[in-house]
């Protein structure tokens, strides 16, 4: 097993990446650089992008580290990263082509002089049949690129399949099911590289190929390869074929260009391009963003410099409250949104790059972690409750959070609540606040977002080009239902090829007795995960009985121990990835709140301080 794949950064140093540390970023940027590489390098087969691909995905890490909610995931979290930013590229130059369909095309098309599988061969001076593996790589689908980028790392050590699942956001079953079907698709093409390379050839496959460009591609190799099955001459070449398996797995890791192989771990950094050096504690936001740049840029090769400098200067902002403390990728500011008992957003909801007009000290309550949540809507003092909540991330029912300050250490997360939320303006501000987009809230409801699975689904291309990891839309109730909302608009999602990464949904329990309540919600969390198997997120959730439209609520104490019961179960189930309370504020109306004020927590807020 190579070790500079495997050789990613331990928990404790990603930690101390998100808190602020300037060198420790740079050894979680170094580590990363390889595997980055090696994924983008082949999935791209060596188009001149893939340089600025590494780029962006780079930028992308350093940008959302601060929102990466489990250390330990960090690998799986920077191998899904990259793939979307290999999936962006892609889509930008299906694009481009079609843009520019004709003779302006051409100049689209990968110089053949630089093909990965090209260095690959010439690199590794690879024998006979692995020479025939890299150049059958030519013909794969674009899909199947980017599986056999990650399994060939799996096959070399440098990743396993549970990562590679969860990087896809598929089960361990389904990746088997995809790898299986691009192995065949790989192995077919090694056949017709065979065959086309037979001296002498076969005359019927040489009147077969007579149209063909001499371009690989998935449509020519399908051509080809029907002729080979059929034809005893071509059909022979294959019959000594080894196993792929077999000659992938003793091939190493690509190497890196001269321009990036001097800054990966353990390799010294030329004097002009070391990080300044840094005091004792960790440097504050201004040094930060002025020295940046640089942290990045030792990693990089010379032609995407000038980029990263322009690119990081932008991702490095400044807090919106000083109180907040350091903090080098601080989530953009945010404004208000729509929750299910406050009123909908005004019209006029400033600009992403307003600063809120009153401003709340914010005390530096550490996050307990970073699973817990808390839906938020302003009240007075919402910033120092929120902090002091503990709560790890936090959301607003929509793309902003005016005058609610991000605690240090915690995150927003972005939600289009309705159809009427999906517009450029939006779209634009979900992007630019983190990762991850919750979308459309209860839309079985019609007094919430009220729409119709297709009608979701018609909108949904439109969030999916954020580049975000999804959230299915939040049912109100029946997730593991056959042929309910969601089990609808699933099955359309999967129709239609859309993505959906994750599965959001809303629980209010009945029961005020804590053991059958949280035993209920255990029930209905397994339920939905094994039909759909993917991770879930719990976005609201309390103990809150609904009787004829009336809302009846436990005694606080009861609350309390159903909040830290739940939490408890909650930290037991794996593919439960995030959990947010319902809600952070508490009034005569909302009595599941954990705060009355800025500084008052009630029984509820303070086992929810205490939950982790």
């Known amino acids: 097993m190579s070790s500079a794949g495997r050789a990613a950064p331990d928990p404790g140093l990603v930690v101390a990446a998100r808190q602020g540390d300037r060198r420790a970023l740079d050894d979680v940027v170094a580590a990363s650089l390889p595997l980055v590489y090696n994924i983008v390098g082949r999935a791209l087969r060596g188009h001149a992008d893939v340089d600025d691909v590494v780029q962006e995905t780079l930028v992308r890490v350093i940008r959302h580290l601060p929102a990466l909610n489990d250390p330990a995931a960090y690998r799986s979290w920077l191998v899904a990263i990259t793939i979307r930013q290999v999936r962006d590229w892609d889509q930008r130059r299906r694009i481009a082509l079609n843009r520019n369909a004709g003779l302006d095309a051409i100049h689209n098309v990968p110089d053949p002089a630089s093909d990965f599988a090209g260095m690959t061969i010439l690199r590794l001076g690879l024998t006979d049949q692995r020479r025939e593996v890299a150049e059958a790589t030519r013909w794969l689908d674009p899909d199947d690129q980017e599986l056999l980028s990650l399994w060939w790392l799996e096959e070399t050590g440098e990743l396993t399949r549970a990562e590679i699942a969860e990087a896809a956001s598929l089960s361990p079953g389904h990746v088997a099911v995809r790898i299986h079907r691009m192995k065949e698709q790989i192995q077919s093409a090694r056949g017709v590289v065979r065959a086309l390379r037979a001296r002498p050839g076969c005359p019927d496959l040489n009147a077969v190929a007579a149209e063909w460009d001499g371009t690989p591609s998935p449509l020519w190799r399908k051509r080809l390869a029907r002729h080979i099955r059929d034809c005893a001459f071509c059909g022979h070449l294959g019959t000594t074929l080894l196993p792929i398996d077999r000659l992938l797995a003793g091939m190493p890791m690509l190497p890196l260009p001269a321009g990036l192989s001097a800054h990966v771990p353990g390799a010294t950094v030329p004097p002009a391009a070391a990080a300044p050096a840094v005091g004792p504690h960790p440097p504050g936001v201004a040094e930060l963003a002025a020295h940046a740049p640089r942290a990045v840029v030792p990693y990089l090769a010379a032609g995407v410099v000038a980029a990263v400098l322009a690119i990081t200067m932008v991702v490095v902002v400044l807090p919106d409250d000083p109180a907040a403390g350091p903090s080098w990728a601080v989530p953009r500011p945010a404004a208000p949104t729509t929750v299910a008992s406050a009123p909908a957003s005004p019209s006029s909801a400033p600009s992403p790059s307003a600063r809120p007009t009153s401003k709340a000290p914010v005390a530096p309550a550490a996050v307990s972690s970073p699973r817990k949540g808390v839906g938020v809507w302003n009240f007075a003092g919402a910033s120092q409750a929120l902090a002091s909540s503990k709560a790890g991330w936090y959301y607003t029912w929509g793309t902003q959070h005016p005058g609610i300050s991000t605690p240090r250490g915690a995150t927003f997360v972005p939600l289009i609540r309705s159809a009427e939320n999906v517009t450029a303006a939006e779209l634009a501000r979900a992007r630019a606040a983190g990762p991850y987009l919750l979308t459309f809230n209860e839309p079985d409801l019609p007094e919430q977002a009220n ?80 039909r759909y198997r993917k991770p879930i997120w719990l976005t609201e959730f309390a103990l809150i009985r609904y009787d004829g439209g009336r809302q009846q609520f436990p005694s606080q104490e009861q609350q309390a121990a159903f909040l830290t019961a739940a939490a408890d179960m909650l930290g037991q189930l794996s593919y439960v990835q995030r959990y947010a309370w319902f809600g952070l504020p508490a ?17 509820i807020g303070r086992a929810f301080q205490a939950a982790r």
């Not at 689904?457 to 999804?470: E, K």
């Not at 859309?498 to 053991?515: K, M, N, Q, S």
């Not at 109306?589 to 954990?594: E, F, I």
């Open 451 to 530: 729409m119709t699975v297709e009608q979701a689904l018609d909108l949904w291309p439109q969030l999916m080009a954020t580049g975000s990891r999804l959230g299915s839309p939040a049912v109100a109730w029946g997730g593991s239902d056959p042929q309910g909302w969601l089990d609808r608009f699933m099955t359309g999602a999967e129709a239609r090829g859309h993505r959906v990464d994750f599965i959001t949904l809303h629980w209010y329990g009945a029961d005020f007795t804590t053991a059958a309540a949280v035993n209920q919600l255990r029930q209905y969390l397994q339920a939905v995960h094994q």
């Open 587 to 603: 009034t005569d109306k909302d009595r599941s709140g954990l705060f009355s004020d800025g500084t008052t927590a009630t029984v």
